[in-house]
């Protein structure tokens, strides 16, 4: 499973097209927030942890898409209008944050 089509059909929504056919939209909000990056999300190295502070949701351009690039044929690298593109965001990833009707649905029901 790949995204073949990355649009950006609004200033805060994002439409990906998958190889089975699958249309989904996505927020910038819940893409941003999502980041995968140890900055975003944290880590642990040699049993130390580290996590990271609580974001500034007000940052100027923390949820502005500036760009897209694909990563292999595995994920997208997203550039956000506050300078962030550290995180890369793996196909099941992505398509876990899908917020199209059928996958809201989907999820209410797991």
């Not at 690039?69 to 956000?80: K, S």
Request: charged share 20%; with cysteine; net charge negative.
């Amino acid at each position: 499973m790949h995204v073949t089509r990355v649009k950006q059909t609004s200033p805060a929504e994002l439409a990906l097209t998958w190889d089975d056919g699958h249309e989904g939209r996505t927020t910038l909000r819940v893409l941003r927030d999502a980041c995968p990056c140890a900055g975003c999300q944290g880590e642990t190295v040699l049993f130390r942890s580290s996590v990271p502070e609580v974001p500034d949701i007000n940052t100027p351009g923390r949820y502005e898409l500036r760009g897209a690039q694909a990563v292999g044929n595995y994920a997208l690298q997203f550039t956000w209008g506050d300078g962030h593109t550290e995180g890369i965001y793996i196909w099941d990833l992505l398509r876990s944050l899908c917020e199209c009707p059928a996958c809201l649905t989907r999820k209410g029901s797991q």
